[in-house]
T-cell receptor, first 115, second 111 residues
C-alpha cells in the first residue's frame, strides 16, 4: 500500500512564525502536491512538484514556498504565518503515468491553527 | 474556466436510499473525472473515476453518470449505508497529473 505521511496532525503557531510542514511518501512517486482544505472551498492546490528540485505554483501559492531536495520528501513552508493560513493542509503523491492520469494518494492532513 | 461546481453542499439520506451528488465544469479540455471520498481524520481516497468517452461507469453500489454535452457528471450511491457517511469531492483533470476539485459534499446516511 502507498503510504503518505505528514509530520504533524495538529500544529499551533503564532502570527509571523516560520512554519514547516513535512510530507514523505514511500512509493517512489515522481509527483507531489500540497493542497489546503477549507470548508465550502474544497481542496485548492498550493504547489506541486514533478521531480526533485522542481516546483510549480498551483492556484493559491501566495504566502507559501516549497522544497523538494529528495524524491520522497516535499516540504511546505509558510515564511511568515498569518491567521488566514489557518487551515487543513493535505499532501498527495502520484506516479507519472504513461499518458494516463494517475491516482493521487493523500496523507492524513495537518490541521494548522495560526494565532 | 478551471472551476468544478459541486452540489449539494450537504446531503442527508436514509439507509437504503440513493445518494446523488452533482458536478459541473466549463473547461472542455478536462479529460478525466474522479470522485474522492474522505472520512473524518483521513485524507481523501479515490473512489471511482470516468473518462469522457463513456457515459456511465459502475463499481458496486457506486455509479458515475457523465453527460459530455451538458458538461456535467454525477455520483450515485445505491442502497446507501451509514458507512458511506463521508465527504465526497468530484474533480477534473486538466492534464499533467493535476486535479481541480469541487467544493465537497458532506453525506450523512441515517440508520
Amino acid at each position: 500500500d502507498v503510504k503518505v505521511t505528514q509530520s504533524s496532525r495538529y500544529l499551533v503557531k503564532r502570527t509571523g512564525e516560520k512554519v514547516f510542514l513535512e510530507c514523505v511518501q514511500d512509493m517512489d512517486h515522481e509527483n507531489m502536491f500540497w493542497y489546503r482544505q477549507d470548508p465550502g472551498l474544497g481542496l485548492r492546490l498550493i504547489y506541486f512538484s514533478y521531480d526533485v528540485k522542481m516546483k510549480e505554483k498551483g492556484d493559491i501559492p501566495e504566502g507559501y514556498s516549497v522544497s523538494r531536495e529528495k524524491k520522497e520528501r516535499f516540504s511546505l513552508i509558510l515564511e511568515s504565518a498569518s491567521t488566514n493560513q489557518t487551515s487543513m493542509y493535505l499532501c498527495a503523491s502520484t506516479q507519472t503515468g504513461t499518458g494516463e492520469v494517475e491516482t493521487q494518494y493523500f496523507g492524513p492532513g495537518t490541521r494548522l491553527l495560526v494565532l | 474556466q478551471q472551476q468544478v461546481k459541486q452540489s449539494p453542499q450537504s446531503l442527508i439520506v436514509q439507509k437504503g436510499g440513493i445518494s446523488i451528488i452533482n458536478c459541473a465544469y466549463e473547461n472542455t479540455a478536462f479529460d478525466y473525472f474522479p470522485w474522492y471520498q474522505q472520512f473524518p481524520g483521513k485524507g481523501p481516497a479515490l473512489l471511482i473515476a470516468i473518462r469522457p468517452d463513456v457515459s456511465e461507469k459502475k463499481e458496486g453500489r457506486f455509479t458515475i453518470s457523465f453527460n459530455k454535452s451538458a458538461k456535467q457528471f454525477s455520483l450515485h450511491i445505491m442502497d446507501s449505508q451509514p458507512g458511506d457517511s463521508a465527504t465526497y469531492f468530484c474533480a477534473a483533470s486538466p492534464g499533467f497529473q493535476k486535479l481541480v476539485f469541487g467544493t465537497g459534499t458532506r453525506l450523512l446516511v441515517s440508520p
